[in-house]
């Protein structure tokens, strides 16, 4: 006999505005108990220190989170020059001090162009890569270091916005996998005198901005449980990006089933993703196998148990 999932069957995104101090996690089931849901997932981890936009999945939207991982972010940071600890932010263990020469904004704009395009990041230990199936964070703490192999990101802007000498503010467009503390320490010993980070705010992750987050305070202070579901956003906000198809009734009823069926594609090639619609209701993700027919990928359960 199944087991059955405690909880209610909500289904949706929040839009969190994570607070400093707490992990991802802490603030992803401080969400799901407010809403009372039977399962929910984020999309991309925050560090503890860190604030700004955590995309907050619920229910059948935990189907699709996958999609905003792979997404560009935008940050805002605080860059403290002359100061390097062990983790790269404010929180970690003061390892070296260094004197910060007399810098202008010029010098720093002149580091930043190295710092733009497609570069080299090797990950921090304080980080939940793994190595050998432990989180590298895990042997950090353990006092473990490890060889870690630089990966090639994207910083597709790294504009300054204030500098005070020994700190200056950076808003960075990146892709995914991009560290800033790393960035912020690569940028410091270009200077010649390190850095590590006091401040970061997540801006934006794919197409979701700073419009419509919600604190935990604010969640909170909502009254009753319809109330805050009203302000849930709908599943396919995940993959808008994806072309969408219509589904009449006799490819609703295959697909339903795990079968092909046959749709109108247009100018969709071989493996392309799409969204289906059926009577105007997002149904899931379906892949198109060749002309005319889509097998289904990525369904929701109410429709793969029609």
């Known amino acids: 006999m199944a087991r059955r999932r405690r909880g209610l069957p909500v289904n949706g995104v929040v839009l969190l505005d994570k607070p400093k101090g707490i992990s991802s996690n802490h603030a992803l089931q401080r969400v799901r108990r407010l809403f009372e849901a039977q399962k929910a997932g984020h999309t991309g981890t925050l560090d503890p220190m860190a604030t700004g936009l955590l995309p907050i999945c619920l229910g059948e939207a935990t189907k699709f989170s996958a999609h905003l991982l792979e997404a560009d972010k935008m940050y805002r940071t ?8 062990d983790t790269g932010d404010a929180e970690g263990t003061v390892i070296e001090q260094r004197e910060v020469p007399d810098l202008t904004a010029q010098d720093v704009e ?10 080299e990041q090797v990950p921090p230990m304080y980080s939940a890569l793994k190595h050998q199936g432990k989180k590298l964070y895990e042997l950090a703490r353990a006092g473990k270091q490890v060889e870690r192999a630089a990966r090639r990101v994207t910083v597709y802007d790294a504009r300054l916005l204030a500098f005070e000498g020994t700190a200056f503010e950076l808003e960075v467009s990146c892709s995914k996998g991009t560290y800033i503390r790393t960035l912020a320490e690569d940028i410091g010993h270009a200077l010649g005198c390190g850095a590590h980070i006091s401040q970061l705010r997540r801006l934006k992750t794919g197409p979701f901005s700073g419009d419509g987050m919600w604190t935990l305070d604010a969640l909170e202070a909502l009254a009753g449980q319809a109330t805050r579901e009203a302000e849930l956003m709908p599943v ?6 994806l072309p969408s198809l219509a589904v009449d009734e006799t490819a609703y009823g295959r697909l339903s089933h795990g079968q092909s069926a046959s749709l109108s594609i247009g100018t969709l090639m071989p493996d392309a993703l799409a969204r289906l619609y059926y009577a105007e209701s997002f149904i899931g993700l379906g892949v198109v196998k060749g002309a005319q027919e889509v097998a289904p990928k990525r369904l929701l359960s109410t429709v793969a148990c029609s």
């Open 78 to 85: 605080r860059v403290e020059l002359g100061v390097i600890t």
């Open 110 to 119: 002149s580091v930043l162009t190295r710092f733009r395009g497609e570069i």
């Open 236 to 241: 396919d906000v995940l993959v808008e990006h």
